[in-house]
């Protein structure tokens, strides 16, 4: 398999950042907002897409009655 070198780039910038964020998720979400306001700030365009709330796929509802389910176990 052949590494590309901007994806291993991207990669290894992402983990630098991740590691000075202490590892916290929340804290790189943060950054990574900061900085894109700071970005959008300095006149940078960024193709911003709606956020579109889906319904939640319950398992339930993707599922056929099925004849196989029982009340008791069997014995």
């Known amino acids: 398999m052949t590494t590309d070198p901007i994806v291993a ?7 630098a950042i991740f590691a000075e964020c202490g590892y916290d998720l929340d804290r790189f979400n ?4 900061e900085v894109g306001e700071q970005l959008k ?14 319904k939640p796929v319950t398992y339930e ?11 008791d176990p069997p014995a």
């Open 9 to 15: 780039e991207v990669r290894a910038n992402r983990e």
């Open 30 to 33: 943060a950054r990574m907002r």
């Open 41 to 54: 700030r300095e006149g940078w365009v960024f193709a911003d897409r709606p956020i579109v709330r889906r």
């Open 61 to 71: 509802a993707g599922m056929t009655e099925s004849s196989g389910v029982r009340e």
